[in-house]
């Protein structure tokens, strides 16, 4: 293979593994929004939340069962980080959203920044606001096919979020929950006609929202290795992006938008400069939002989730 | 680390108030400004309890002048521009504040030092690096530490001679220190005879940096230099390595910290550089009391600790010198000291302000840590 081939593979790969944490991320936006027409500006911190989770799951095994093997320590990592943000997103929504569901929808909004800095600012005089190390979990082993490398970390990124992808498209589109889901998101006041309990059906969307984010939290800090408790963030504001670019409200549209960003960013930084990686992610936004404020698939799925 | 700050505020409103009851004792108080707490805030609190212990040393020692006693007023400006102005401007209101320790960052005391010059009152930097701050012209401002443009060339001279290296790549994070160490890194290098293959910056708080990572990769480096701080350094070792990228890395003194060596795990950090301002105050023999009064107070020394002991005692002998809270009287006497007997050694100012005499030490990550190598005289 050509220099200039590997090297343009390689930033393609380093854009996609980013761009299935954005995806995993910009799910619980999108989501959200489809049910409840509310950009939830705190779920970038369920995400960050969500990686300290996972770090106190590793130094919990590290602590007590060090000779575990590194899947096992991962099952628990997820399953352990799933369940916290699931219950924190749980109760986000109803202590913060619920009572203002019949308020102006910019009221929510600004709550949800509110929310935001409560998290950070929770988390800070929890955990301190030195940056954390994640220990190195996941072997560092790389796999070369030919001179185009990749580690397997990466790999489980992509095993783990293509899977929940798939397993989230199964769910909305079969389960009772997701039918319910689709069917509040088309027409609340129907649904609840039609014997739905709305309000379960927003907090369960709050809650498998913020389970994806801490599985993508928890990647994140194995990926780089390091935690803030400022993280949450960018990364949200990337992910929001992600969501906007794919057509906030859909599904498809989240995943496929949090790819693309991704990809977009490593080769930016990689061609271009790494020090406007974040230029590039939010020209992208303010593009979307001139040319095509619908979002690549947002027009083509009228059946909004 | 934040409660202690809510309460050391506390105490030190109280203190004020106390102050002000008492009609026998008057108090002048010296002001010292960094980043107390967020991700600076370890090498700023080193700092912070080096201005401490000169505090209280004084007052050991009795009134600074009749019966006025020296006392600390620190403001945290968490490494940020527009927090480190709203400090100074606090200073600066206080009447009873006669000099002022800090700031920390380059990027603080480059504003603060014009609001400072404005109102006449002393500031002494102990780790501001950055050789434009001094090239202002204002005479209010003085500092303990080397600048950059020692440090970056000792740094280029180092790797050129010593290390061997031809080729490198230069990244910085945009910072007024940053960015400030490695042109004058680059300028060094390059003069020398050196090749710079790529120029990069990265942004602050980022965390991916495998793109770049990735581009450096294929351009064969035999040296990475950083101008930052050691989060961003810390993920750029780690990230380098587990790409099988096995150029060693240098930075300089904002990445020389034990946590760098926590953060990028010693098995990736090894074989590190970094350059910091100064000789380790471990290594001078004439410091050795001095380390360990601190290290059986505070625990372990912080980079900066030796510099804010040194800063705050100058500050505090012009206070003597001077008896009176006038701050003229103590800028002239700050101006006028000569042969001050620091932790590492004498202290003398020119007449921008920069400390005589800097030195540079040379550090090595060896076994997880931190090894001193040579010291660099200019």
């Known amino acids: 293979m050509a220099p200039q081939v590997e090297l343009f593979l390689q930033q393609l790969l380093n854009g996609l593994t980013i761009g299935m944490v954005y995806a995993l991320i910009a799910l619980g936006y999108t989501m959200v929004y489809g049910v409840i027409q509310l950009i939830n500006f705190a779920h970038g911190d369920v995400f960050m939340v969500g990686a300290y989770l996972a770090l106190s799951v590793i130094w919990l095994f590290m602590s007590f069962l060090p000779g575990a093997s590194f899947l096992v320590m991962l099952l628990a990592v997820f399953i352990l980080s799933m369940l916290g943000a699931a219950l924190l997103g749980g109760a986000i929504e109803k202590i913060a959203y619920k009572p203002l569901r019949h308020s102006p929808k910019l009221t929510a909004l600004i709550t949800s920044i509110g929310v935001s800095f409560f998290l950070q600012n929770a988390v800070m005089l929890l955990v301190g606001s030195r940056e954390q190390g994640v220990p190195e979990v996941v072997p560092t082993t790389r796999f070369n096919l030919g001179a185009f490398s990749f580690s397997l970390i990466q790999l489980i990124i992509f095993a783990t979020a293509l899977s929940l992808m798939f397993f989230l498209t199964w769910f909305v589109k079969s389960t009772k929950l997701g039918k319910a889901m689709r069917a509040s998101s088309e027409n609340m006041d129907a649904a609840l006609l039609m014997g739905i309990s709305v309000n379960r059906v927003i907090r369960a969307t709050f809650a498998i929202g913020s389970a994806l984010a801490a599985v993508g939290g928890a990647l994140f800090c194995m990926y780089y290795g390091s935690i803030n408790f400022h993280d949450g963030y960018l990364a949200g504001l990337k992910a929001f992006t992600a969501a906007v670019f794919g057509g906030i409200g859909s599904i498809p549209g989240a995943m496929l938008g949090g790819i693309l960003l991704g990809v977009f960013e490593a080769l930016g930084a990689g061609y271009i400069s790494s020090e406007w990686k974040d230029v590039f992610a939010f020209l992208l936004l303010g593009a979307v939002l001139l040319f095509k404020p619908s979002g690549i698939l947002g027009e083509n799925l009228p059946e909004k989730v | 680390m934040k409660s202690f700050f809510r309460v050391l505020g506390l105490l030190s409103a109280v203190l004020l108030f106390c102050g002000a009851g ?357």
């Open chain 2, 22 to 378: 008492d009609k026998n004792e008057d108090v002048v108080y010296i002001g010292a400004a960094g980043p107390f707490t967020g991700d600076h805030a370890y090498a700023g609190v080193g700092m912070l309890q080096g201005v401490q212990m000169a505090v209280e040393d004084a007052n050991i020692k009795g009134p600074v002048f009749g019966n006025t006693k020296v006392k600390l007023l620190s403001l945290d400006d968490q490494h940020s521009p527009a927090q480190a102005v709203l400090a100074s401007h606090k200073f600066v209101a206080n009447p009873d504040v006669v000099g002022v320790v800090g700031h920390f960052n380059s990027s603080c005391t480059m504003p603060t030092s014009a609001i400072y010059h404005e109102a006449r009152l002393v500031h002494i930097t102990p780790a501001s690096s950055n050789p434009e701050i001094s090239r202002q012209g204002f005479d209010t401002f003085f500092r303990v530490c080397a600048t950059d443009d020692i440090q970056g060339p000792a740094a280029a001279l180092f790797a050129f001679s010593k290390l061997g290296v031809r080729k490198i790549a230069i990244i910085d994070d945009r910072t007024t220190y940053g960015h400030g160490l490695a042109m004058e890194f680059e300028k060094k290098f390059r003069e020398l005879g050196g090749e710079i293959l790529s120029r990069d910056g990265v942004t602050q708080g980022e965390k991916d940096f495998t793109p770049l990572l990735t581009k450096i990769k294929s351009e064969r480096p035999e040296l990475i230099f950083f101008g930052g701080i050691y989060p961003e350094f810390s993920l750029l070792i780690k990230g380098s390595k587990k790409l099988g990228l096995e150029s060693p890395w240098m930075g300089g003194d904002g990445v020389y910290d034990v946590v760098l060596i926590k953060l990028a795990t010693p098995k990736f950090a090894e074989g590190t550089y970094a350059t910091m301002l100064g000789a380790d105050p471990r290594a001078v023999p004439e410091a050795k009391d001095f380390v360990a009064r601190y290290e059986a107070r505070y625990g372990e020394i912080g980079s900066f600790s030796t510099y804010g002991y040194d800063a705050a005692n100058v500050l505090i002998e012009a206070i003597r010198r001077a008896g009176t809270k006038d701050r003229a009287a103590v800028l002239r006497e700050v101006r006028s000291t000569k042969d001050f007997r620091g932790v590492l050694g004498l202290i003398n100012f020119d007449e921008k302000g920069d400390v005589v005499g800097q030195s540079i030490g040379i550090y090595k990550v060896e076994n997880g840590k931190f090894v001193f190598i040579e010291e660099a005289k200019p």
